[in-house]
């Protein structure tokens, strides 16, 4: 066990033993209640921003910081804020299993995701987890974007953390089939089994015959991050399939890229994912929903 874990061991003893001591509370005086958002690196978050228009609008007496956290500190700095009077915190790269893993409970959705964005205080000992990415996703397709994807036949590329996240809220919409596509095609396979029960699935790798036409492409893959698109080709789309990226950038994603000049009339980027999951946690923490569209408009404004 390292210095660290030692600390957050004990820490996490007196957080599960200060139930009715009031510590956590007394410490939370007058003073605007605490945020933030956790990961490594963290300087790019747009999360302080869009949190800040929220409160703003909601009329929230809180605050909202970044925290620059590497693995090795990351139980140890969680449970610190919490014994603090933290309020609530986000939690992303690559910081969402070891959040997942650290909760004293996970919502069901949290449970499925395997991975936590959202953590929060319950009554004065407890860490809840939960996961808003998937919810996040399904608002901002249905809602913001008018997909309708009920019926749809819907492709996901990647079958890792982020493919996870998002299977459950998906199925939930009822789409006819979900493929889920991955370049270790067996990762593909064991996700689609999980998920089974839930809906009608399927894994493969890239080269599968299952790869065409679908009606909704969703590309949960991290191949951006190294300016990448997964091997795949203009067979998966016909004229009226949304493509959607669940990466974003200033610039065009190159899966965005890849569907234009495939002939793709709608490619989306994960801009409208990153605010509803976003107010998704601040309706939790809160209790009040803010509302997303001004506050993804100034985002793309900035
Ligand atoms: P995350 O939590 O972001 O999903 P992850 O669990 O490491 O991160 O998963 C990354 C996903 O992107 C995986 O599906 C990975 O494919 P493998 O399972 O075969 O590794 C996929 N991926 C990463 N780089 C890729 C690339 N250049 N082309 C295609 N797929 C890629």
Known sequence: MTADHAFAASNEARLAA????????????????????????????????????????????MVYKR??????????????FFLHGGRGLNVTLPHKVAAAELANELTPRAERAGAVNTLMMQ???EIIGDNTDGEGLARDLQDNCGVAVSGMRILILGAGGAARGVLAPLLALLPSE?????????????????????????????????????????????????????????????????????????????FVRWAESNGCKRALQGWGMLVEQ?????????????????????????
């Open 123 to 125: 009554g004065e000992n």
């Open 278 to 302: 976003a107010a998704e946690s601040f309706s939790i923490w809160r209790g009040i929903r803010p509302e997303t569209a001004p506050v993804l408009q100034a985002l793309i404004a900035s």
């Open 67 to 80: 925290f620059d956290v590497p693995p090795a500190k990351f139980r140890r700095h969680v449970v610190h």
């Open 178 to 254: 979900i493929v889920i596509a991955n370049r270790t095609a067996a990762r593909a396979s064991s996700l689609a089994r999980e998920f089974a029960p839930l809906g009608n699935l399927i894994g493969c790798g890239f080269d599968s015959q299952l790869l065409s036409h679908f009606d909704l492409i969703i590309n949960a893959t991290s191949a951006s991050t190294q300016g990448e698109t997964p091997p795949i080709t203009a067979a998966l789309l016909h004229e009226g399939t949304v493509c959607y990226d669940m990466a974003y950038g200033r610039e065009k994603t190159p």
């Open 18 to 61: 200060i139930a009715g001591s009031g510590a956590v509370a007394n410490s939370m005086t007058s003073a605007p209640d605490q945020y933030g958002v956790i990961g490594h690196p963290i300087a790019h978050s747009w999360s302080p921003f869009i949190h800040g228009l929220f409160a703003r609008q909601t009329e929230q007496a």
